[in-house]
Every structure is written in structure tokens, then in C-alpha cells.
């Protein structure tokens, strides 16, 4: 009998976790917040075998050394990428927390602790415990991006974390060779929708820079520092054009430099990051845009970081553009802009008059990719989370012969 407990992340984006009990082990799966509000999962007991984390965004990693503040001495299990950028994230968090939040819920030792406890996992590898074992397979999200496996009691579980199947110019796509799965716990973020061809998308990308740059003005595209950055950076490295990369992404793409294995096309990023111009003082980025050119930085939902900077200065000009390439959560600055045509932050309320777009360069899968992804492994129960609609894709799983359910925060379900 194993029990999972679902801590966050159901019917909702965000906050992941979930609770594992083997009956002779107990596993924490994810630890995340909410990143718009801070929001936490359900606080389980502090008394785990092992802690796991699929990759580094901080939706399924963003508590993690807050088990440590509060007394956990064993070990974190992620894929070396996932730790080297998680290090930089939970760091952001930590300065964001000081500056925003009356609570604080772990300090700078508590990282470090972290740090400490890491234990390497690649995908292909499997970590062995008491009863049960697990093990990682590349998910294709992002560098580090892992799906996790549990073999326990004669069953297997799978949980997807975030998954993308099919490969991009940064990434491979996710493993889908899964066979006798008797429980797929799956991400669901774009169970409602198909996103574009990825083709369309980045000629359209490189179209927009192309024309704002040969107009005389400046392209913005503000995006987040892991995985996003990297991908159009790659996009746009052959256009020849001035590129300028300022922000968390810097050195996030340090980071997954580091881990040649991790993406790709190693060659082509290392290459493509050294000819892009880097930021390194905020006093440059007035000099910057006097001339034409790109300008990718954080943050990727205009709710901090560089790119305010750079609209306040440019907001004005119609011979500019704003490129947006993800999802925008609601409340963001990237949200209300889309939703209003306007841009609040702090003293800059304005309407932009420069070109804005947006093109949909998920990490995700999408609705036809995951059935795809179901009729391949036909697990013999699908358990739906990490989306906003999960309760409406499980009816339709279940109307095609799925057995799918969504669950509830603070549900448990039991694999006998």
C-alpha cells in the first residue's frame, strides 16, 4: 500500500508538493511556492527518507530550504543542472523575501544547508532505498528537467513534473518509453489548449527583431532566466544583429553552460552566449539603447528586474517593440499590460506606444501531446495537477477510457 498526499498544486499552477509513504519510506516530492503571491503548500511533518525535485523553477522548488530551517538532515535528490540553478533562484528569492514579505521563510544558512545535502541524480539513474527505488528521465522542460519513478510494493508511479515532448532549439524532448505504469501523475498547465507550431513562433521572433532593429529601434524581450533565455538567445544568434543579455539570465546560462549534457546543442549556446553583449552595471543600459538593437532580460512577467528599467526609458517610442514569450500569471505587470494595454509598476503607470507581442514559446507540453503521451503508456490511473482545468480534462480523459481523477490539496490517494 503507498499513499500519496497531495500538499499543492491541485487544480492550480503552482506551489507543488506532494507526500509519498511506502509504508516503509517517506519521500517529499517538490516544495514550491505560488510566485505571484507567495502562496505555500500544506506543511507536512519533517520526517522524509528522501526529499526530490524535478527541476529548479521555484513553483516546485521554492521552500525547499525551509525543510532544512526546520530540522530535515537528509538528502535532496535533483540532477546537478537543477541544484547549480537552483542555487542562483533560491538566492533572488531570498533578497525578493527580505524586501516584500513580513515572513521569512528561510535564510541564507538554510540554502547553504541545502547545498550541502544535494545528492546527484542524472536522468538513466536510479536511487535505491529500503523498500523502494527511484528513478529520473529527462522531461525536456528545462535544463535539469526530470520525470521521477517510483518502484514500490510491485508498483510503479510516475510523476511527469513539468514535461515538454516535443524537442526545442535548447532542449530534447521528454523520454516517453514508460511501460506497466500503474499511476501517471501528470502536469496538466495546458490541458485546455494546443500551442502554435514552435517553427511559426521563432520565425516570427526573428521578423520582429529584424524589423525593429532595421527601423532604428530597440526589441525588448523580457524572459525568464532559465530556459527561456537561453532558447532565444539560440533563436536569434545567427541574425546578426547587436544582442544584449542583462539580468538573472547571465547567470543562469553560466549555470547550464556548466552541464554540457544538459541541453542540446552545447557548442551552439556556448557559442551564441559569448558573442551576446553582457550587462554587467545598470549605468550601461542608458548608453545601450541609444543604438539599435535586442535586449533579452529579466523578468520574463515585467513584475521586476531590468526590464523596468529599460520601459520607463522606451514605452514612448513606436519605432521599439516588446516581445512577451510566456505565460503571464495574473496580477504580473505582464498580465495587466496584456489584459489593459497599460503598464503599472511602482511609479510607471503608462500606455506603451511602442509595438507589443506576444508568442507563446511554452516549456510545457499542450492538450494533444499529453492524450498522445497517455495512449502510449496507458497508465492504469492518471492523476491530474499542476493546471488550472484539471477537473474538466479528467472528465474528458474518462469519456476516451482513461481512469483519470483530479485531486483536491490536502487529498490523499491510496495505490493498493
Known amino acids: 500500500m503507498i499513499d500519496i498526499r497531495f500538499l499543492g498544486g491541485c487544480r492550480e499552477v503552482g506551489r507543488m508538493g506532494m507526500l509519498v509513504d511506502t509504508g516503509a519510506e517517506k519521500f517529499l516530492w517538490e516544495y ?20 526530490f525535485v524535478s527541476h529548479a523553477h521555484l513553483d516546485h522548488s521554492g521552500l525547499l530550504p525551509q525543510i532544512y530551517r526546520e530540522g530535515y538532515e537528509g538528502m535532496l535528490y535533483s540532477d546537478p543542472t537543477t541544484i547549480d540553478l537552483l542555487s542562483i533562484l533560491l538566492r533572488d528569492s531570498l533578497k525578493i523575501q527580505k524586501s516584500e514579505c513580513n515572513d521569512i521563510d528561510f535564510f541564507m544558512e538554510d540554502i547553504k544547508h541545502l547545498e550541502r545535502n544535494a545528492s ?3 536522468a538513466g539513474e ?22 521521477t519513478l517510483l518502484e514500490s510494493r510491485g508498483k510503479r508511479v510516475l510523476f511527469t513534473g513539468d514535461i515538454k515532448f516535443q524537442g526545442t532549439q535548447l532542449m530534447n524532448g521528454a523520454d ?26 521563432e520565425n516570427g521572433l526573428r521578423k520582429t527583431v529584424q524589423r525593429t532593429i532595421y527601423g532604428g529601434g530597440v526589441c525588448l524581450i523580457p524572459a525568464f532566466a532559465v530556459g527561456r533565455t537561453q532558447e532565444i538567445l539560440l533563436n536569434l544568434s545567427d541574425l546578426g544583429v547587436p544582442i544584449y543579455l542583462d539580468g538573472m539570465g547571465v547567470r543562469a546560462t553560466e549555470a547550464i553552460l556548466r552541464h554540457a549534457k544538459s541541453i542540446k546543442d552545447y557548442k551552439k549556446l556556448s557559442n551564441a552566449f559569448s558573442r551576446a553583449h553582457k550587462v554587467t552595471r545598470g549605468s550601461e543600459r542608458d548608453r545601450i539603447i541609444e543604438k539599435p538593437c535586442a535586449i533579452i532580460t529579466t523578468a520574463g512577467m515585467l513584475n521586476g528586474g531590468p526590464i523596468l528599467s529599460y520601459l520607463s526609458k522606451l514605452h514612448g517610442r513606436e519605432d521599439c517593440s516588446l516581445v512577451m514569450t510566456g505565460y503571464q500569471v495574473p496580477g504580473t505587470g505582464g498580465r495587466n499590460l496584456m489584459e489593459t494595454g497599460r503598464f503599472v509598476s511602482g511609479e510607471i503607470d503608462v500606455r506603451p506606444r511602442m509595438r507589443i507581442e506576444f508568442l507563446d ?36 480523459l474518462n469519456g476516451m477510457g482513461f481512469n483519470a ?10 495505490i493498493d
Do not use: C, M
Not at 33 to 51: A, C, L, R, S, T
Not at 405 to 414: E, M, S, W
Open 32 to 51: 514550491g511556492i505560488n510566485v505571484e503571491n507567495w502562496g505555500k503548500p500544506i506543511k507536512p511533518e519533517i520526517n522524509f527518507d528522501g526529499v
Open 120 to 122: 546527484f541524480l542524472k
Open 126 to 147: 536510479t536511487q535505491d532505498f529500503t523498500l523502494s527505488n527511484v528513478s529520473f528521465h529527462n522531461a525536456g522542460h528545462i535544463p535539469g528537467s526530470v520525470t
Open 176 to 201: 516517453t518509453n514508460f511501460q506497466n505504469i500503474d499511476v501517471l501523475i501528470s502536469e496538466s498547465t495546458y490541458s485546455y489548449t494546443n500551442h502554435p507550431d514552435r517553427t511559426v513562433i
Open 361 to 396: 514559446f511554452s516549456a510545457h507540453t499542450d492538450h494533444d501531446h499529453l492524450i498522445e503521451f497517455y495512449k502510449k503508456v496507458r497508465p492504469k490511473k492518471i492523476v491530474l495537477v499542476h493546471g488550472e482545468k484539471t477537473e474538466e480534462f479528467a472528465k474528458e
Open 405 to 414: 481523477v483530479a485531486p483536491k490539496n490536502g487529498d490523499t490517494l491510496r
